[in-house]
């Protein structure tokens, strides 16, 4: 008898606006025992250094992925007909305690990761992703990593704290987690305090692909290069919703003008297919300044396009 996958709650059986509060309405599930991969949400924001409410972001994230099919039209990915996919609800973090929470995901991921499901996890603050790379490498051993930002995310501290959504990659490249000459950063801009806020990454070897970089282009050719150098590593995507241009994505924490569009967002997703993704995130989704959905929405269906890229997707 062939596999039943599981597959999200089609509009015509259910009205959008009902059945499950999961992503896309696929099934809950209470563990990652037999699934490819899954979806979870790490509802955290005491690593924000601006504004708050990405706590909030995995729950608006689920309600504003009612409307995506499981079919990608464009790129013909059927990713719910090839892999077993769950939503595994939110890792219960501690809401007063964030070097505590570094722990708690980091077992959390481990977890989903003993079972060989690969997690694409829902912010969000950018502080999550430094306990997941470090699942990740005791998984996997260093990482490739394709960081797409308006930020850099390598201070040392922020108001003298080691931990926080300003400082992941810099712990992560301290604790060895990621492999420096195929980490690559795409879409920093704005303003700094010096040249160390972006040369620091340069100077460990990662590629730095400034904003004014991609402007008025495809980035197409980019991530097509990026592949071609990463080849067969172990690759770990963290998105940040800043890098888009707040005119697409106003929803979110630290804001910065002159970023990326969401269509060169779809790019840069879409040419990750083939490489070995073991895990993915999208963060900094901030629905209390997301007043439309329209954040939110693009957070969601950039998710589902990163599942279309995950080894093992069946294109029909």
């Known amino acids: ?44 924001d005491i690593g924000t250094s601006n504004r708050s409410g990405t706590r909030y972001g995995p729950r608006q994230i689920r309600q504003e992925s009612v409307m995506i099919r499981p079919y990608n039209m464009a790129t013909r990915a059927a990713p719910f007909d090839s892999l077993q996919f769950a939503d595994l609800g939110d890792v219960p973090i501690n809401t007063f305690n964030l070097p505590e929470n570094v722990g708690i995901i980091r077992g959390a991921i481990a977890g989903i990761l003993a079972e060989d499901c690969i997690p694409l996890t829902l912010g969000g603050d950018h502080t999550i992703s430094y306990p997941i790379l470090q699942a990740m490498a005791e998984r996997h051993g260093p990482v490739a990593l394709i960081h797409i930002d308006a930020h850099a995310d390598i201070n040392d501290t922020m108001f003298g704290e080691k931990i926080a959504h300003g400082t992941p990659f810099r712990r992560a490249y301290e ?40 402007w008025h282009k495809s980035l197409a050719p980019l991530i097509a290069g990026i592949r071609e150098r990463i080849g067969g590593h172990k690759t770990y995507l963290s998105f940040d919703i800043d890098s888009l241009d707040p005119a697409y994505a106003p929803g979110t924490g630290t804001p ?28 900094e989704v901030s629905p209390p300044f997301d007043t439309t959905g329209t954040t939110a929405i693009t957070a969601a269906n950039l998710l589902f396009e990163m599942a279309c890229v995950l080894p093992g997707v069946a294109y029909r």
């Open 1 to 44: 008898m062939a596999e039943q996958y599981n597959q999200p709650l089609g509009g015509n059986e259910m009205p959008r606006f009902g059945g499950p509060g999961t992503m896309m309405r696929l099934p809950a599930a209470s563990s990652a025992k037999g699934l490819d991969a899954c979806f979870v949400g790490i509802p955290l």
């Open 256 to 283: 910065e003008i002159g970023g990326l569009t969401s269509m060169q967002a779809i790019e840069l997703i879409r040419g990750c297919r083939g490489l070995d993704i073991v895990g993915a995130d999208l963060v």
């Open 175 to 214: 604790d060895g987690c990621l492999k420096p000459d195929l980490v690559f950063q795409i879409g920093l801009r704005g303003t700094g305090y010096t040249a160390e806020d972006f040369d620091w990454s340069r100077a460990r070897g990662f590629t730095v692909v400034p904003a004014e970089e991609c």
